[in-house]
């Protein structure tokens, strides 16, 4: 990282007095490079941007986006005064505290200790087997959970052959949040540890070499060498996380709450949906995701700051 | 991998190799048995999983799940859609985020915070599903193949892994080609490129996985059923009956929903599943160490 | 420095943008040449069909292509121009042309086109569509059309009066799909009858009895969960509120037919409900009903009814005579029978069939289309008695013929070749025409075509003329009420009451049943759900069905 920004940096001082139009002449092929992702981004990204304002109208379909009437902040009025609004928000942060707390590790762990097999056959197998459960649509996932944690279901027992009590998991609040954040590890896990696998293939192999040479054990190795090498890996996953701490999708929760678990399930996003995304109300869902864009913005803008000062890695 | 790194195995490391060996067969348990389940089911008799019988062996072997899937002459064709709209897609999806992600990789490409914010913005910001659909119908893009591969052409987050995997190949490679004269054009394709396998074989995962599964833009961009992949021939008949519990007023009409058989559920899983995951061991090669070292060297 | 800087990127992006957007637009115009032709090809029938000069005496002069959409069910796949489609365009010179969207996703796909105002010429809606969308303009008004232009739905729209429901402000945006000699069945108590015959028990009378024959059976059998329930709280509250005195329709507020000789009533507001809750609570405590009521998903609940875990249920009571096929394989004398709806504490029997005439699926036409005189015309001959036929029974002479009762009635041969189909002949049946409630049909049928085909395919068993005699003596069944249409600002009020509203009351039914509460502690929750407005919810839906009896 170190050396890039040397050698750029040394490049740059050389052109120092070099004026915009150089600048630009310079990077010309970046430009000519850049220029059909950019294209892509204003079609499909920037264009639709415009919708945002129906948060602020009351949408009518025949007058259209542009055409509707204006009616302020009456929608973010609406779910920002409801009472209940407040322990969706705490429901949503905490579910997704945890979750990165959690699950965010957990692939990085399983990358590490697959690194570490000396058996490469074995290797491969636990790797091409470990991401099947990504591939399992989350109805049916959460079919599983359900039955899996029914009062006659595995979980329960195996608490009664080990003289416990059944516990109704699906009907306690605070088994909530374990049940979600435990599931989604499960399923993500071999997924997520991908990336970082294809980060470890990108360390030299030359390093462990030479550690290996100046008598360097494995322990040393990974906090050394393969921790470092997929540091920045690591820390972009890490800001994106903080980005998304505000929403969380329905579908799973949909599925694997009730009544009596609303209490540490209910979030944003299944209020919204109870409240009737359903029942045509664009206006009011546009509000509720703008406002989550705005804190997910929010977030990211500062851990990205953050990670610029203690680890020169940022997402820009 | 470990070849090169031969070191006296210490009594610790021993340990730990046992643990780890124990830790993953766990986990390799506990992945492979739902799907396991989901396959001994499908070839199970119904009533053997209906009432709950079917666990570790298959229960009155037979394969009329799948014969009764495949009858419907309309998978075919969603298949090869599905196949087309994946593999289309994918190349576009590779070719834009490397020319979106190298750019975004070069600390010397001016203007590159803004270039940067400015893509990163749309991880968090988007009209909703109305305008784009409303952009799409302006473009014409409607009922066409373009409108599954188009919108999707770049996946941030995927793409923002790509630039962090560029950004950690050394500079001085790039430097010593901008001596002899290489400009960024072919930088990118001579150097960056080649020395990128493993992250390109991610990105290709990734996005082809994403491109197989993907239903939803399927089931709005598209009008008629002989261009729908195969997501949405299978979903529907994974989801009837257990996301929404729909009571139809007609009651006989919902008592027969029921008819859609568990084992006839899980032969569709099977069914969508098993090609997109017979990629994963083409690509796994280049997971391995020593590619880019190999590049370098070479 | 820094300024100019940010001056000149700003500038620069600002060309980029443009020259992109130029571009942009260039390119994909390209792409979109197919798709033009597509939309051209499918317009030119339409000029086409005004150009009304030679007279074929077919209700569209020149072929007419009509694009309509409705969900697809994964038991009845839809073929484009099947036999029925085939038999229409000979008889109407309109070509149907079906978009489907698979029934799981239907709801996505629709909002989506209704939202962006870009309808097919015909597309299946809701009754709450309406509702939302009818005063927007997008679909055509058909009451002038009614009154003027139609025959046969005028006269079936002036022979049920209950059809006045699905118009908004006195006008009609959708045409309802009307069942032709539906069956009337809805929800009811089904039990083990061979296991009551068995051990001697008396059908139960009375809900009390019901815990008490359910109790033995546990003793009996100690491993089983005699009353299973699946998907949530809620749904089960519904099915079984009514009969307890109470009611719950589908957020709670509900028509009673005894209360102040019939209004709207919010349900868990009131204190009948109590016997709701105390009712399933004592069923709980009992062990007789399934500990994981909450949360058994239809699956479990298929499960246990199928393999002899659980005895009795209360829910669609059609469902019985498919899990009694399913448990005779293994126990030839096992059978679940509908039993007559008990007496409830107050010593009165009441249930709710299900709706029989419209089933709440409604067809609007696109208020763009050029050409409405024709598409009315045509719509209204599918409500004819020969519309009905092809759409419900397909080919006059190939698979169906009129008996001497002018009744259609399947042909034997053609209903043969799928004896064995999968997933039931009928189904099977239904796609290959392309006919029925689940394809385009307008007086759809449903039992009727089904007890015809199973009747020649000799699926059909005495049990289910046993079950139907049971249901149609029943005379604690009343007709469901459909819910009048309500104003906008109204349908807004009611989906901001109902959101905080159910939310606080699905928290608490289940500390009731499950006994964490006691039912004295209920009447604070009716406090609190009158003080959030279940009062006011009341109102708006009396106010609503008063100014349209009006």
Request: aromatic share 14%.
């Amino acid at each position: 990282m170190k050396t890039t920004q040397n050698a750029i940096g040394g490049k740059m001082r050389e052109k120092r007095k070099s004026h915009f139009i150089r600048q630009v002449k310079r990077s010309k092929y970046l430009y000519l490079i850049f220029f059909l992702p950019l294209c892509y981004y204003i079609l499909f990204h920037y264009w639709p941007m415009y919708g945002i304002i129906i948060a602020f109208k009351d949408y009518n379909v025949v007058k259209g986006i542009l055409g509707s009437p204006w009616v302020g902040f009456k929608h973010f009025e609406k779910f920002l005064t409801d009472p209940y609004f407040w322990k969706l928000v705490r429901n949503t942060l905490l579910i997704n505290i945890y979750g990165l707390f959690w699950s965010f590790p957990a692939p990085i762990v399983l990358a590490l200790l697959l690194n570490e097999l000396p058996n490469r056959g074995f290797k491969k197998f636990v790797q091409s087997v470990s991401y099947l459960p990504h591939f399992i649509s989350t109805v049916v996932v959460c079919g599983m959970i359900v039955n899996f944690l029914s009062s006659d279901g595995f979980v329960n027992q195996i608490l009664i052959a080990l003289g416990r009590e059944r516990i109704q998991f699906l009907m306690r609040p605070e088994w909530f949040r374990t049940i979600y954040i435990a599931s989604g590890i499960w399923q993500n896990v071999g997924w997520g540890s991908i990336v970082y696998l294809a980060a470890l293939a990108g360390i030299d192999e030359e390093l462990y070499e030479a550690a290996t040479i100046d008598g360097a054990n494995r322990w040393k190795q990974m906090i050394h060498i393969t921790l470092p090498g997929i540091k920045p890996t690591i820390s972009i996953m890490l800001i994106m996380n903080l980005g998304r701490l505000m929403s969380i999708g329905y579908e799973k929760i949909i599925l694997l709450y009730n009544g009596s678990t609303y209490e540490t399930a209910d979030v944003i996003s299944t209020y919204v949906y109870r409240r009737g995304l359903l029942g045509n109300d664009f206006s009011y869902a546009t509000a509720v995701s703008l406002f989550q864009s705005v804190v997910g913005l929010i977030l990211l803008y500062t851990s990205n700051k953050i990670s610029n000062k203690l680890s020169e890695t940022g997402l820009w | 991998m470990s070849k090169t790194r031969k070191i006296k195995m210490s009594t610790g490391y021993k340990i730990f190799n046992v643990i780890n060996h124990i830790l993953l067969l766990i986990l390799v348990f506990v992945t492979v048995y739902p799907m396991y389940y989901i396959f001994i089911v499908s070839i199970s008799n119904g009533i053997y999983v209906s009432r709950g019988e079917v666990y570790l062996l298959p229960k009155g072997i037979t394969l009329s799940a799948y014969k009764t899937v495949f009858q419907n002459s309309d998978i075919w064709r969603a298949y090869l859609n599905t196949i087309i709209y994946t593999t289309v897609g994918t190349a576009i999806n590779i070719v834009l985020s490397s020319m979106c992600a190298y750019p975004l990789s070069r600390k010397d490409f001016y203007g590159r915070p803004v270039f940067t914010f400015i893509v990163a913005f749309t991880m968090f910001m988007s009209g909703g599903m109305i305008p784009l659909y409303l952009v799409v119908l302006k473009l014409g893009l409607i009922d066409t193949i373009w409108s599954i591969v188009l919108p999707p052409a770049i996946n941030t987050f995927n793409m923002i892994i790509m630039r962090t995997f560029f950004q950690d190949i050394p500079v001085s490679l790039q430097e010593s080609a901008f001596l002899d004269g290489a400009n960024d054009l072919q930088i990118l394709w001579k150097i960056i490129l080649p020395l990128s396998k493993p992250i390109m074989a991610t990105m290709v995962l990734f996005y082809a996985v994403q491109h197989w599964n993907s239903f939803f833009s399927a089931l709005i961009y598209l009008n008629s059923k002989s261009k729908y992949p195969v997501q949405i021939l299978l979903r529907n008949i994974v989801i009837a009956g257990e996301f929404a519990d729909q009571q139809t007023s007609i009651g006989n009409v919902e008592s027969n929903f029921a008819v859609v058989a568990m084992n006839y559920k899980y032969a569709v899983i099977i069914i969508s599943v098993v090609p997109i995951l017979m990629v994963y061991p083409f690509l796994q090669k280049h997971f391995a160490k020593g590619v880019m070292i190999g590049a370098l060297k070479g | 420095m820094k300024k100019s800087y940010a001056k000149t990127v700003v500038l620069f992006l600002c060309l980029v943008m443009a020259l992109s957007l130029v571009t942009g637009c260039a390119k994909p115009a390209g792409n979109s040449s197919g798709a033009d032709t597509g939309n051209q090809s499918a317009t030119a029938p339409t000029q086409a069909a005004d150009n009304t000069e030679k007279s074929s005496g077919k209700i569209s002069e020149k072929e007419r292509v009509l694009k309509v959409m409705f969900p697809e069910h994964p038991n009845q796949p839809v073929k484009n121009f099947a036999p029925a489609q085939q038999e229409i365009f000979k008889k109407t010179n309109i070509k149907l042309d079906f978009e489907v969207v698979p029934s799981s996703n239907y709801e996505d796909k629709k909002k989506i086109l209704l939202a962006t105002n870009n309808l097919p010429d015909i597309i299946r809606i809701s009754k709450s569509d309406v509702n939302d969308y009818g005063t927007t303009g997008i679909f055509l008004p058909l009451m002038d059309y009614v009154k003027n232009d139609m025959v046969y739905f005028k006269e079936k729209w002036e022979n049920i009066p209950d059809l006045i429901k699905v118009t908004l402000d006195g006008e009609l945006y959708g045409f309802p799909v009307i069942a032709r000699n539906e069956a009337k069945n809805g929800v009811g108590p089904v039990i083990r009858v061979d296991l009551l015959k068995k051990h001697n028990l008396k059908t139960p009378d009375t809900f009390d009895e019901l815990l008490d024959v359910l109790a033995k059976l546990k003793e009996i059998y100690p491993n089983s969960i005699p009353w299973s329930m699946r998907s949530g709280t809620v749904k089960n509250i519904q099915k079984i509120a009514y009969m307890l005195g109470s009611g719950y329709g589908d957020d709670g507020i509900y028509y009673d037919y005894d209360v102040d000789g019939g209004r709207y009533v919010f349900g868990p507001a009131t204190k009948e409900f109590k016997n709701v809750l105390s009712y399933l609570n004592k069923a709980y405590k009992m062990g007789v009903l399934d500990p994981d009521y909450a949360v058994s998903t239809k699956q479990q609940w298929e499960e246990n009814l199928t393999s002899g875990k659980s005895f009795f249920f209360l829910d669609n009571s059609g469902f019985g005579l498919n899990y009694t096929n399913n448990l005779r394989k293994t126990d030839p004398e096992a059978t679940f029978q509908i039993i007559p709806i008990p007496a409830n504490q107050d010593g009165v029997r009441r249930a709710v069939f299900y709706a029989t005439v419209f089933t709440g699926e409604m067809y609007a036409v696109n208020a763009k289309i050029k050409d409405p005189d024709t598409v009315i015309k045509f719509i209204d001959w599918m409500y004819s008695e020969e519309g009905s036929n092809i759409t419900n029974f397909g080919v006059e002479g190939e698979t169906f013929y009129i008996d001497e009762n002018g009744q259609p009635q399947f042909i034997a041969d053609y209903v043969a070749k799928f004896k064995d189909a999968q997933p039931s002949p009928y189904y099977a049946i239904y796609s290959d025409l392309g006919i029925t409630k689940l394809n385009f049909s307008l007086w759809a049928c449903n039992t009727m075509t089904q007890f015809q085909i199973e009747k020649l395919t000799g699926t059909w068993s005495d049990l289910y003329d046993e079950y139907w005699t049971i249901v149609g003596n029943d005379k604690a069944y009343v007709e469901p009420v459909m819910d009048p249409p309500l104003t906008a600002e109204e349908a807004e009020r009611v989906k901001d009451i109902l959101a905080s509203l159910n939310t606080m009351l699905e928290q608490e039914y289940d500390k009731f049943i499950i006994g964490v509460k006691d039912i004295s502690e209920y009447d604070a929750v009716i406090e609190k759900a009158i003080e959030m407005g279940a009062l006011e919810l009341e109102q708006i839906y009396n106010n609503a069905l008063a100014r349209l009896q009006q």
